[in-house]
């Protein structure tokens, strides 16, 4: 049994890493259609990486530990919390604790980690950035914690494993309450990976720019290891939405054909989300700073309304 | 038994004394050694306690004028000694060092006498077995407090500050009093009862007066504003201990109330909760606004406070409601988190007096840098952090996950009325704990990284080795104890209750060497340092950095209508239709809100009130003579009618 679970552990692990940066070009491939542009290539992900492993790292002079460690442990911790969402495959037992709130926990320990990197090498931008991101995670993560806490009311376990799980077999297709938990999830992903209209990835302008503003002082192999952190982010963000709203496809036993379908299916799914995405992306403008919390409270109210609403089933 | 604990009294007592009646240089070292060695065993002597069982012992027991005096050690107790004594571990280590660099020569034997003075006393107030016992100890850890805060006393601020605390902490006596009085009327002896219960309103009133006087003492909002004033002013180690263990003695003097003296009951229970949901987020609202670092970690504990407090609450509705599964957790967060705070907050304390006293400054805005300078301190610090802001695997996740736990199920067993009040407070709860994440970055982003805002901050220094050894003690309990919950949970008794976080550690462990490892062998090991970024100048000086206030005023501006900013503009103009601006000025003002509505009003009322008295009382003889003189024919008319 804890073979298996370390079977799924690295598989997870590595099916996530290695799909990541591919969505992330999804989206901005959509968002140069949309812009009447060519757009990247599907693998320049992948290329961009590559070239950032390579080339030098260059640190501030007056950054301390925090710029040397912060890119690893923020990875790592991404990682872990990697095996605590299956993306394709259920298996029997936890490796480590699957726990919602262990998850949220970490990352919050992630978000942390980049805000104090911002602050390390004394630039204007990074300090910008930090106290952008940690004014909005400041609202955003009760928020959070109530699209989590319907989602277990909802599903009764707090494990994401089981949570899964459930999806797999209590949920009809348009059930109510899962049209609604959609709604709060999807707007927890713009947030938490800083796509317009809350935060726009694109841009390098002083006025806009939450995220990138942080990472502006890292090159090199920190800025890979962030990007990739990044997409890890989102990729887990995505499956938690994915496979709650459409689990079809996820395998619950070990078997190779079952790996396969489940793979190639999330690979489908999470595409097809990607490119919603991106649609979304284009249709909104960039909202003002202090408008965003509007946004954040149309989530509380819809995950407020998804266990009103299951108290009333 | 009794022998072991007779010494450990004696040896607070003996490092109390010793500097305060010999005069020798450095006498305070002597001291500290004592009290460390009396930490040491006290912690060793309550571990077993704390794991054979959990009826009481017996360790001494007399009487003092008829009022009978027992102290006794339990399960709960023996959880409050062992902070005690690693936390009286940790300054003794420390304060030689700090009382080597403070100025002033007097004082310092003062200060090194109290405080193992006040830490036995907050001792005796944990193992108090008799009413009247606690409430001796209790006043004796308010008065020793009192002298520790007025140890600067030549500074203005720290006048003020002691006078509003003493002032706060014999109301919160007087309310202990009435309320052990009151206990003592209804039940008829002076030991603590078990599960009063019926509805007898001296009952009900006796528990009032408790809880208030208990809330005055753990700052809860809206009786917390003596606090940021004192903890501050102290010298380090007594804020340390003042944030650390006297708070953690009120909160186990509310615990031992709620869960041993009374009966739960419903309306009580929303009392504390809201009690608490109201300090734990306005506490981190201010918390998050201060500029003084010491100030920032006294308005923290007050935010801990109340997270303690929502989880007793909580533990009373559940008990209350038939839900004792939940209610296990609750209280078993509640403990935790009382006793992770004291460590961290101990460690904060520990390491921001250090930096305090290195820089020169309490001000955050004039600080900056000082990780590279006290490389030691400021690791410290940042596993303080990490713990405070919950990550996980510290100690403070474990608290805040068990009441979160315990918070979602309770939305899933509970009536509807009661699925929306767990809803409210979990969303409270939440914005807590993420505002704590703002407030920390803040403190430690600006504190401890980029360049120094100060002379005295850039001429920062490393402390001696035995400053950063006592709060490295409680930074490794504070890891241990998050690392090891669930091992903890399973060997006092209760399985399951939290997933294995050792396991949650290992392997972030595992992966951050395995990433860095990939990284190192397949990535380019290319690495310059130079200047990333200097928008076209010579070099980025630190006044191009974030301050404190631009790094919270988005937070500030989200939540405006809680802060209360007032801008006062003035202007005057040249001409008469106001078209020609000539000067003016402008500033943001917090409004103090409860300084303003209720403190004040108050103590104008008293004020109105003791002026009347005051007339009576004009200093002459004639008059107070004519007084008794009255006072003498009523005596007669009234003892005459009344035969």
Known sequence: MIGESFIFALLNVAFVLVISPFFMMVIKKVKARVQGRQGPHLLQGYYNLAKLFRKETLYSEYAGCISRIAPYAALSILLVAAIMVPLFWIPEQELVTANIIVFLYLLVAGRLLIALLGLDAASTFGGMGSSREMSLSAIIEPVTVVVFAALVYVTGSFSIHDIFRTATTIFPAYNPTVLLLSVPLFILIIVETGRVPVDNPETHLELTMVHEGMLLDTSGRNLALFELSHAVKQTLLMAILLNIIVPAGIALELSVGALILGGVLFLLKGTVLCVIIGLFESAYAKMRFFQIPNLFMIAFFFSILTIFIEVML | MSEIFLFIVLLYALSGVIPLCIRKKRIWSVSSIIMGGGGILLTLFSLPCLLVSSA???????????FPICIGIDRLSALFCILLGMLSL??????????????????RYVVSGFIPLFLLSMLLVILAGTTIAFLVFWELMAILSFFLVLTEFEEEKTRYASLFYLAMTQISTVFVFLGILLMCVSTGSWEYPSHLSGSDPLISLSFLCLFFGIAIKSGVIPFHKWLPHAHPAAPSPVSALMSGMMISTALYALLRVVTGFYAPNAAWGFLILAFGCLSAVLGVMYALKEQDIKGLLAYSSIDNTGIILIGTGLWVLFTVFGSPALALMAIAGAVFHAISHGLFKGLLFLTAGSVCQAAGTRNIDEMGGILVRMPWTGGLFFIGVLSIVSIPPFSGFIGEFLIIMSLIGGLSELSPLLQIVMVVVLSLFSLTGALTVTTFVKAV????????????????????????????????????????????????????????????????????VLVYVAVWSYASRKTRITRTWDCGMRAPSSKMEYTGSGFTEPVVRFFAPVYRTRICVTREYLDEHQCLFRTGTGSIHLMKFFEECLYLPAARRIDRYASLVAALQNGDIDRFVLYVFCTVILLILILGWSA
């Open chain 2, 56 to 66: 009481k012992t017996i360790l001494f027991q007399g009487e003092w004028v008829t």
């Open chain 2, 90 to 107: 940790a300054v003794a280590l420390y304060t030689p060092g700090y009382l080597d660099r403070m100025h002033g020569n007097r004082r």
């Open chain 2, 445 to 512: 982003g600006l504190t401890f990284l980029a360049l120094p805002r100060s002379e005295g901050a850039y001429h920062a220094r490393e402390v001696p080795w035995p400053m950063y050894a006592g709060p490295a003690v409680l930074a490794l309990m504070s890891a241990g104890l998050g690392i090891f919950s669930g091992q903890i949970f399973s060997f006092l008794g209760y399985p399951g209750l939290l997933p294995d976080l050792l396991v949650l550690f290992l392997l972030l462990l595992g992966t951050s």
